[in-house]
């Protein structure tokens, strides 16, 4: 199964993402994830995403595309794998498309987490006091929405135009959340159920 999920910042991506990949053992790949362990670490790579991630902007095609390209390549992500905050730009998925046909593989289905926007922002100002993320300002925060409508909200016509995207109500206890997605994969016949 290659599965994609998105939703706006705060949507609860990075922990269903965990959930449903180790539901149906495949790696969760989140490009945020990444990024944050380079910065961490200092790598080029590091220094080049921060600005752009403290800014709440995207960090540029070129770089993120080159980091998900090697990402996918290696072992474990050969049988399948979930996406966790990529792609979020339309030219992101024609990279992800050239990658992907280069094994003869597709992406499977895309999970679109939906929430109500003042409730996300609540969400992103109380991760901001228990996990302390430089991104996690009320200023960054808005602006980090504002990007997801205008460059990832249209990915959403993109892959429903190619009949892939199912909608899950993001709202309501992580565990319910979980259900309503194994669910819907159930559907497209992946036994996460
Ligand atoms: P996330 O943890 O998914 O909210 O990502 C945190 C930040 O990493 C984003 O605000 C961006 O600056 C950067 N980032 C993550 N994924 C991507 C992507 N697919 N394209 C560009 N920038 C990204």
Redesign the pocket.
Known sequence: MRIILMGP?GAG??TQAKVVAERLSIPAI????I??ANVSDGTPLGVE?QR??DA????P?EV?NAMVRDRIAEADARGGFLL??????VA?VHELDTMLEATGDSVDAVVVLTVDGDEVVQRLLQRAETEGRA?DTEDVIRH?QEVYAEQTAPLVEVYGDRGLVREVDGMGEVDEVSERIFAVLDRDGTGAR
Not at 30 to 33: E, I, V
Not at 56 to 59: A, D, I, Q, R, S
Request: glycine share 14%.
């Open positions: 910042p991506k990075g989140s490009t945020g994830d990024f944050r995403a752009y991630m709440g902007e995207y960090v095609d993120t966790d905050g990529y792609p979020r730009t992101q991104d980090r």
